[in-house]
């Protein structure tokens, strides 16, 4: 689950560069791919691209979603009564901490080209 997660966050950041034009739609686009592919920022993809940079990235972002989940599912196996409900309110309290350390290193990146 919390690969599909993912996968809704990049999906949301298309449909925006869709229905976005320009470079407010290209710039929200990239934040939803960088809430879902976290390692991004790590690799250096705003500043250098390369295929082997971003898929590199997706495999160890789809990692780090991997174990997440896994600890989420651990964290509220430990109840009696469990649901997607449940699963869901862990996963968000350990996904909280990578998406903001993302956006984090995403707006020190921007600071540091001289964006902002």
Not at 17 to 39: D, M
Not at 73 to 92: D, I, L, M, Y
């Amino acid at each position: 689950m919390a690969l599909g997660v993912a996968a809704t966050f990049w999906l949301g950041g298309i449909i925006v560069s869709w229905v976005l034009p320009g470079p407010v739609g290209g710039a929200a686009s990239f934040v939803g791919l960088v809430l879902a592919v976290p390692a991004l920022p790590i690799f250096g993809v705003p500043s250098s691209g390369g295929s082997a940079r971003i898929l590199l990235a997706v495999l160890v972002s789809a990692v780090v979603w991997w174990f997440v989940g896994q600890v989420s599912a651990a964290r509220v196996a430990q109840r009696p009564v469990v649901g997607r409900r449940e699963w869901f309110g862990a996963f968000v309290s350990l996904a909280m901490g990578i998406w903001i350390g993302a956006l984090g290193g995403l707006a020190l990146g921007a600071i540091a080209l001289g964006a902002l």
